[in-house]
């Protein structure tokens, strides 16, 4: 199984500049979540959703926005992109939220100049 | 917001040696979950405790969940360079994962 994957590996934008990184997963997991991870430091979330058409912010909301039309893809939107949002993004999912484990991606490495 | 504070921030030892890493809180958790995270990579899921006082042991690393459900601690006995990561604690609430901001360990050959 290819579990959570995640596009692009790496990106760099400039200022004002948008995005979409894109995040799949061929598990059927009902919840989905958009995590940051800033240089040394932990995971910050950034939105979530607990199915299709269902989507909520999480610690980190400002200057993103998400989608959530089908159980398997949970794009993430950049907006006007400012170099406080270079970061890796990690896009996880889970089939139920609490006990359950999460299944990350590998990540989007992205720089904003 | 329950916070999760993880200590100590960095760890750097020789191989061989033991360690324990700490997960704590102000308030109860309702179950947590520790994550290694290797460079380069996402998070992996290494346990998940549910139950007060529950000990959970994966080969040379055992964990524990605090009585009160308020604090955890990750056990490494004779750690290797293959066990040097980020491990993360992480706190389900709803439908949320909180994470506190790891710890990185360093394992010297």
């Known amino acids: 199984n290819a579990g959570v994957t995640q596009t692009p590996k790496f990106r760099i934008l400039k200022i004002g500049q948008s995005m979409t990184l894109q995040c799949t997963q061929d598990?059927?997991?009902?919840?989905m979540y958009w995590y940051r991870q800033d240089p040394g430091m932990g995971l910050k979330l950034i939105y979530y959703?607990?199915?299709?058409?269902?989507?909520d912010k999480g610690e980190v909301p400002n200057g993103y926005n998400v989608s959530r039309s089908t159980t398997e893809d949970f794009p993430l939107r950049l907006e006007l992109a400012a170099p406080s949002q270079t970061s890796v993004y990690f896009c996880?999912?889970?089939?139920?939220?609490?006990?359950?484990?999460?299944?990350f991606g590998s990540g989007t490495r992205l720089t904003v100049v | 917001t329950q916070l999760l504070e993880q200590s100590p921030q960095f760890l750097s030892i020789q191989e061989g040696e033991n360690l324990t890493v700490y997960c704590n809180s102000s308030?109860?958790?309702?179950?947590l979950q520790w994550y290694r995270q290797e460079p380069g990579e996402g998070p992996v899921l290494l346990v998940t405790v549910v139950t007060g006082g529950e000990v959970k042991k994966l080969k040379r690393l055992t964990f524990q969940f605090g009585d009160a459900r308020k604090d955890s601690s990750l056990h490494i006995t004779a750690a290797q360079p293959g066990d040097t990561g980020l491990y993360l604690c992480g706190w389900g609430s709803g439908s949320r994962l909180t994470f506190g901001e790891g710890t990185q360990l360093t394992v010297n050959p």
């Open positions: 598990m059927n997991h009902n919840y």
């Open positions: 959703s607990v199915g299709a058409g269902i989507t």
């Open positions: 308030s109860v958790f309702s179950s």
């Open positions: 996880a999912s889970s089939y139920v939220a609490g006990t359950n484990g999460y299944t």
